[in-house]
T-cell receptor
Framework: AQKITQTQPGMFVQEKEAVTLDCTYD???????LFWYKQPSSGEMIFLIY??????QNATEGRYSLNFQKARKSANLVISASQLGDSAMYFC?????????FGTGTRLLVSP | EAQVTQNPRYLITVTGKKLTVTCSQN?????MSWYRQDPGLGLRQIYY???????DKGDVPEGYKVSRKEKRNFPLILESPSPNQTSLYFC?????????????FGNGTRLTVT
């Protein structure tokens, strides 16, 4: 069965600091994709970053990077230099066997 | 502008009254999917479609129907809504059903069934 686990219901970080949001996954599909989405209070789902299971290097997109540790089945999101606008829910998701499965999310609050 | 459009954004209805939530994408995407989001449960897949006339059940399909007669449209039908279908619904699409193809989401439909 496919499963995504996000163990941090909430995280706090000060502006300009880095923060890591944890995500572990489980699938028997050897070829899978890992995604992070941001959901601000307005409700829309915004795609942030993608990591493929065969990718050798960790993905980066601006201030977002994905710390991919395949042996540990983890795909943590690192946000560098946090900004107030980063306050939102963050969802880790995995696409395998043509289905996208989400974790329960982590609420990030960035304080001034 | 490339986008996934859902309508309506908000809907309040009564138990048993059939309703349809529309979803349309203008990106020529093959893959489309419906999710519901409930507190503490994240997003759960209801149905998905790999292409026209091809649909499959997701994790929580009971009480829902879909159709994919055209590539751009993927409506979600609740034949007899019940209060446990009160939720935030998202339609999403991706270029293909491949695992490296990210989903793009609509803005969501908040449904309340009384």
């Amino acid at each position: 069965a496919q499963k995504i686990t996000q163990t941090q219901p909430g995280m706090f970080v000060q502006e300009k600091e880095a923060v890591t949001l944890d995500c572990t996954y489980d699938t028997s599909d050897p070829s899978y994709g890992l995604f992070w989405y941001k959901q601000p209070s307005s409700g829309e789902m915004i795609f942030l970053i993608y990591q493929g299971s065969y990718d050798q290097q960790n993905a980066t997109e601006g201030r977002y990077s994905l710390n991919f540790q395949k042996a540990r089945k983890s795909a943590n999101l690192v946000i560098s230099a946090s900004q107030l606008g980063d306050s939102a829910m963050y969802f880790c998701a995995m696409k395998s066997f043509q289905k996208l499965v989400f974790g329960t999310g982590t609420r990030l609050l960035v304080s001034p | 502008e490339a986008q996934v459009t859902q309508n309506p954004r908000y809907l309040i209805t009564v138990t048993g009254k059939k309703l349809t939530v529309t979803c349309s994408q203008n990106m020529n995407h093959e893959y489309m999917s419906w999710y519901r989001q409930d507190p503490g449960l994240g997003l759960r897949q209801i149905y998905y479609s790999m292409n026209v006339e091809v649909t499959d059940k997701g994790d929580v399909p009971e009480g829902y129907k879909v159709s994919r007669k055209e590539k751009r449209n993927f409506p979600l039908i609740l034949e007899s809504p019940s209060p446990n279908q009160t939720s935030l619904y998202f339609c999403a699409s991706s270029l293909t059903g491949q695992n490296n193809s990210p989903l793009h989401f609509g803005n969501g439909t908040r449904l309340t069934v009384t």
